[in-house]
Structures are given as structure tokens and as C-alpha cells.
């Protein structure tokens, strides 16, 4: 084999020491929230979380195997068919899916199963990436907006209504930051910013105060600029928008949301209103990450973590695994360890010959960063508990799959990069 040709030559080492390091101590932490002083097993017992995650890393690596071995024009040429054969499947879930917590989102033989909206991430990346990078491609027209919307719209429609899997479904979101870095007008982030901060005030404050402001500030507004008709007409008509945004986020909580997401909302915004009931989850959170102090309680010594006070805590709830043993000094080796990755990938995205492989790797940047920043934000009360997993770090062969699968082609495409400039 010449060194053109030598994958190992060209691999980024940094990235794969990155993902190494991070499912490595993603491991050990899954061992630590199962620890049992009183029993003998050890962290490769595939009776516990270790030992079964261990199983899943073994699992990775062939998955890995396989993607750098796989041409690299196979991932751009066959995106659209991994994209509906994985959107197939989403529909089909309420039919052949296992059934487990009351949601059919599980594909499975008896107690091995798979979580297809994992893998959905990374198909909806390669088509989004794959429709963008297309000859003669324009993202200020119309139809390929739609279309974009479309190719997102459709895994996140399914997995939030087919699969009751709201935190999933939100992942998809992320794909707006793509379009506006590919060149989409900044309107729609906009927009979505301006109306997280109304659904965020309508929570948290009286809606006739709210009225009351708007109509303040319209009216301000209107007195101290030209006294047009047409502009206090759009002015007016984006008054009552916003009021009407707030009326329908509050029958939207009130009367749709189901009650346990209604829960999930009430615990953000007050989670000691009922400490014992649905803000239970954030408040055991907090106490075990802010337990560990500076220097943490030491590895396998977390008292939260052994006595199980904190729910779901080898998937949703990890990082507090890491608060509570290893303090402020742990946490933040970690989120150095995550934002290190996301940098290193953003890296490669910019590097890349040519914009299939460009807005592929934003789109697992993208991922990586929602994935990360939410589900920190979660144990710690800054975000509704939505349950997603922390990349590479949570319990479960999914996850670890998917997100192995969405770095790993990225990896594959950035090894044959000058190749793909010279073919073009």
C-alpha cells in the first residue's frame, strides 16, 4: 500500500485521541454510578452497565473498521438511501418497535436492542450535506429551503409524534445554524432566539404584564420615529403577533403538552415548588455536583451516586457522576475534553475540498454542541430535562453508535480530502 493510500497516515489523531480519551472516561464513570463495595464484580462484568458498555466500545471499534474502509464517495453517493431507509424505519417504529418505558422507539430481540432515531442524526447529516453540495445549488432559493426544511422537518416530526421522543426530535433544530453558516439569512435564528426569549417570559412572567410592556414599547416606539402610516401598521400587526405568541404558548403548556412535559417545565422554573415530585431529578443533581467541592469526593466514593439519589444517572444524568467524585476540577477536565472535540471538528469542517464534507462536518459539530451544552445544562437546571444522552460518555449502545458512526465518517472524508479536490 503506498503512503497515498495509508489511512493511518492521514487520520487525525488528535480527533480519534479526542474520542478515545472521552469514551474511556465515559466508561470508567458508568462503573462508578453501579459500584458496589459489598459485591465482588468487576468493571468487565457484562452483568453491569461497565461491563455491557464495554461490549458496546468493542462494537464501535468494528463499526469504525468499517467506515474507513468503505469508500469514501459511498457516504456522499448513497446519502439519500441511508436517509430513507433510517426514515422507513421511523415509520415503521409503531409497528415493529419494542415496546420500553411506555414508547416504542426500540428495535430489538429480547433484551439487545437499537434506537433508530440515534442513527437518524447522522443519515439526515449526509442528505442535508449531500442536497447542499449538489451542482448549482443556492440556499437564497426558495425550493431548496423548503426542501432543507423538509429533509430535517421529516426525522423530527417522526421521532416527536411516532415516538414520543421530544428531546431527539429538538436535535434537528441544530441544522438552522448550517444553513445560516452555508449562507441562509440570519432571520430565522432570529427569530427562533426572539421567540425562546417570549416562551422563556411567558413562563416566568403574568401575561398582562407582558401586554402591558408590548403595548408600552409600541407605543413609545411609534411616537419617537416618522409618523408613517405603513410603518405603524407593521409595527402594530408585530405587536399583536407577539401577543398572540404568548397566548398560544400559554395554552400550548396548559392544554397539549402532556403532564409530564408540563413536569419538566415546572422543575426549570421552580424545581424546589416540589422537591419531592417533579423537581426531584434537578434538585439530587445539584446536590451531588455541588457535593464534590473543588476537588470531588474521590473516584467510586460519590454517596449520591452509590445510594442512587439521582435517577438515570449512567445515561441522562452522568456528569453528575463527575461533579460528585471529581469535583470543579473533574467537570471542567471534561468540558475541556467536549469543547475540545467540537473545536477539533469544526476545524476539520473548514478544512474540507469541497461543501459536501464542509457542511457534513458542521452538522456533526452542531450535533456534538446541542448534545453537549443540553445535557450538562440539564443536571445543573439550566435546561428542561428533555433526556438526551452526553456523547460518548452516557450508558447505551445507540448512542455510542451514533455518535461513533457521525465523527468517524467525518474522520473519513478528512482523510482523503486533497483526493476530492482532485477529482473535482
Request: charged share 15%.
Amino acid at each position: 500500500m503506498s503512503r497515498e493510500d495509508n489511512i493511518s497516515d492521514k487520520m487525525d489523531w488528535v480527533t480519534a485521541a479526542l474520542y478515545l480519551a472521552i469514551v474511556f472516561i465515559g466508561w470508567l464513570n458508568i462503573y462508578a454510578v453501579t459500584y458496589d463495595e459489598t459485591a465482588t464484580r468487576s468493571i468487565f462484568d457484562i452483568h453491569i452497565n461497565s461491563g455491557r458498555q464495554l461490549m458496546f466500545i468493542a462494537g464501535s471499534a468494528i463499526i469504525i473498521m468499517a467506515i474507513l474502509i468503505i469508500d469514501m464517495r459511498f457516504y456522499e453517493t448513497f446519502a439519500y438511501v441511508i436517509y430513507g431507509v433510517i426514515v422507513f424505519i421511523l415509520l415503521l417504529m409503531p409497528i415493529i418497535g419494542k415496546e420500553v418505558a411506555g414508547n416504542k422507539s426500540w428495535l430489538g430481540i429480547g433484551s439487545f436492542g437499537v434506537q433508530p432515531s440515534e442513527f437518524a442524526k447522522f443519515a439526515t447529516a449526509l442528505a442535508v450535506a449531500k442536497f447542499i453540495g449538489s451542482v448549482g445549488f443556492k440556499m437564497d432559493n426558495l425550493r431548496n429551503q423548503a426542501i432543507l426544511f423538509i429533509l430535517i422537518g421529516t426525522p423530527m416530526i417522526l421521532t416527536l409524534f411516532l415516538q414520543s421522543d421530544t428531546g431527539t426530535a429538538m436535535v434537528f433544530t441544530v441544522f438552522v445554524v448550517v444553513f445560516f453558516r452555508e449562507g441562509m439569512s440570519p432571520f430565522l435564528i432570529i427569530v427562533g432566539v426572539a421567540a425562546a426569549v417570549i416562551f422563556i417570559l411567558t413562563l416566568l412572567v403574568n401575561e398582562y404584564y407582558l401586554f402591558t410592556g408590548i403595548g408600552i414599547i409600541l407605543v413609545i416606539t411609534i411616537l419617537t420615529g416618522k409618523k408613517k402610516f405603513k410603518r405603524m401598521a407593521l409595527l402594530t400587526v408585530g405587536a399583536l403577533i407577539i401577543c398572540g405568541v404568548i397566548v398560544s404558548v400559554d395554552y400550548v403548556v396548559n392544554n397539549v403538552l402532556k403532564p409530564h412535559q408540563r413536569n419538566r417545565i415546572n422543575a426549570l422554573i421552580n424545581p424546589d415548588a416540589d422537591p419531592l415530585g417533579y423537581g426531584w431529578n434537578v434538585t439530587q443533581s445539584k446536590i451531588a455536583i455541588g457535593s464534590g467541592g473543588f476537588l470531588g469526593k474521590g473516584f467510586l466514593k460519590g454517596t449520591q451516586t452509590k445510594f442512587d439519589f439521582v435517577p438515570e444517572q449512567s445515561t441522562d444524568f452522568i456528569f453528575c457522576t463527575i461533579g460528585e467524585e471529581h469535583g470543579w476540577i473533574g467537570s471542567l477536565l471534561t468540558m475541556t475534553l467536549f469543547l475540545a472535540l467540537i473545536l477539533r471538528v469544526m476545524f476539520l469542517a473548514e478544512r474540507q475540498k469541497n461543501r459536501f464534507a464542509r457542511v457534513y462536518g458542521y452538522s456533526v459539530a452542531c450535533i456534538f454542541f446541542f448534545h453537549f451544552a443540553v445535557n450538562i445544562g440539564m443536571t445543573i437546571g439550566l435546561f428542561p430535562v428533555i433526556g438526551i444522552p452526553l456523547p460518548f460518555f452516557s450508558y447505551g449502545g445507540s448512542s455510542l453508535w451514533g455518535f461513533t458512526v457521525l465523527l468517524f465518517i467525518l474522520l473519513k472524508l478528512d482523510v482523503h480530502r486533497m483526493q476530492v479536490l482532485q477529482r473535482l
